[in-house]
Structure formats: C-alpha cells, structure tokens
C-alpha cells in the first residue's frame, strides 16, 4: 500500500496558478498512491490566491477515478449568497473504506492571534492486511496554544479508538446507525502539523504513534516539506509534514520520501510504502 501526505495549498502551485487537475496529474503519475491525504482544500473560496472559488473536492474526486473520496471540512461559513465556503482536508482511496469519522480538534481562545477551526479526518481503509484507521489534519500555523491542544486530543482519540478496538461489540443491531462497524487499532496518521520535528508536541506524538520516516531511515533527518521554494511563510525550509504509525504498522514501513523537487504546492510530498 503506498500512501501520499501532501499539502496540496488550495491546488496552488509555484507559479500563482491555481489547478486540481495538475495535483491530481502530478499525484497519479509521480506517485501511484493507493491512498491520499490532502490538506487545504478549498470549496468555494475565491479570496485564496489563484482561485476562482472552484469546488476542489469534486475537482479532484472526478480526477481520481476508482477512488472514494472523503472531506471534512474545519472552515464552514457562508459566502453570503446563500452557499458555504470551506476549507479541509480530503482523503481519496482507492481501497475500500469502510467507518468514515470527522473529529473536530479544539480551538482555545488565543487573544490577537489568527487562527481557524481546525479538523481530524479518519477513515477505516482495507488494506492487504487488513483494516487500518487512516487519520490525516491539519494543525494551527500561528498559535502554540491551539496547537498543543490539538495535538493532546489527537492522542485521546488515539487512546479512544485502540479501546474500542478491543471491546467486545453488542450484538443487539445488524442494520441501522447502531450497527456495530470495525474501528481497528492499527492506524495511520498524516498530516502538516506545522511544528518542527524538534517541537515538544512532535515528542508528545511519538509517545503515541512511531515516526514512519525515522523507521525508514533512522540515520538521517526527514528532508524540509516546507520553505522549500516559497519563503513567503519559513524564513528557511524545515520539515513539518509527517507520517506517523501505530507500533503494529512499524514492521510494514518499507520506504518512506519526501519529493524535493514538486513545486505543484508550497509542501512538499510525503511518500510511504507500506509491505503486506
């Protein structure tokens, strides 16, 4: 199974333009994914640069053929016309997805700081060997605060879900909203935690989930998944775009990369194989 971490920037790309068809392009030809973690996808959003307010979530599902396609949305306001914009993430796969679950992460008040509501997407995903919980965010850039909280209920939704994994489920439903569905503890979590690698949150989240690139290469530093071409928001390029394991997983971790030369986002992508 190989899973795709990007933070594709609204679609845009270094050259201004925004284009879903050139992320899904890039996406299926470069990398094949079996399953994709997309973050900062926007609907209905024509004051991001580039955009004209395109529904990104169609765009890319109609672009990835044979796949489910899977949004949870963090910013939901109206655009006063009487739609909604948005703006999420958006999990794709190919393989079959079964319990689907949105997590909204808190958002402590932070006096002169910008910030948005921010969201956790986790899917049950079938893989070769079986069923694993794909979580893919987005964490606060600008506060710590925020941050550091959302990252805490990150690992009690963590906690949350390996319990239920192990509890025996009622029998009394075999249809309807009670069913009972698998909730797996093996899980898979991505996204860009807008924090460094040396970040105290980042040691919180190893505490809980392995490292899928320090597995792959413990020598070596994760290459930088942001600054790398647009210094408009990083002073220097650094890494804040992880893939991180359940303990069960770590043995399948057959090779992780970052592309350093994608230049379809302001992040670079997050590419993990996984063995079956």
């Known amino acids: 199974m190989r899973l795709l971490q990007w933070n594709i920037q609204w679609c845009r790309g270094m ?24 973050q900062e996808v926007a609907v209905n959003f024509p004051a991001l640069a580039g955009s004209a307010g395109e529904d990104q979530v169609v765009r890319l599902a109609a672009a990835f053929p044979g796949y489910e396609a899977h949004f949870a949305r963090g910013v939901d306001v109206p655009d006063g016309r009487g739609g909604r914009r948005r703006f999420g993430n958006l999990i794709l796969s190919r393989l079959p997805v079964r319990q689907v679950l949105r997590h909204s992460l808190p958002w402590p008040a932070h006096e002169g700081v910008p910030s948005m509501p921010r969201v956790a997407l986790e899917a049950v995903i079938e893989a070769p060997w079986g069923g694993v919980r794909v979580i893919t965010t987005h964490l606060e850039y600008y506060s710590d605060i925020q941050r550091a909280a959302q990252v805490a209920r990150l690992c009690e939704i963590e906690t949350e879900a390996r319990a239920q994994a192990t509890a025996r489920p009622s029998d009394r439903y075999d249809s309807g909203p009670f069913q009972p569905f698998l ?18 949150c980042g040691a919180q989240l190893r505490q809980t989930w392995r490292d899928a690139w320090r597995i792959a290469h413990p020598a070596m530093a994760q290459p930088a998944t942001f600054g790398v071409f647009d210094t408009e928001f990083a002073s ?41």
Do not use: T, W
């Not at 050259?15 to 997309?38: L, M, N, Q, S, T």
């Not at 994608?262 to 993990?272: E, R």
């Open 236 to 276: 220097e390029p650094y890494c804040c775009d992880f893939v991180f394991v359940s303990g069960d997983l770590a043995p399948r971790v057959s090779a992780v990369r970052v592309d350093s030369e994608c230049k379809a986002s302001d992040h670079q992508p997050v590419i993990v194989e996984f063995s079956s």
């Open 183 to 200: 909730r797996p503890a093996s899980s898979i979590l991505s996204g860009d935690f807008n924090m460094r690698a040396e970040d105290s």
């Open 15 to 38: 050259d201004g333009a925004v284009d879903p068809a050139r992320i899904a392009c890039v996406a299926r030809e470069r990398y094949d994914p079996d399953v994709c973690c997309f």
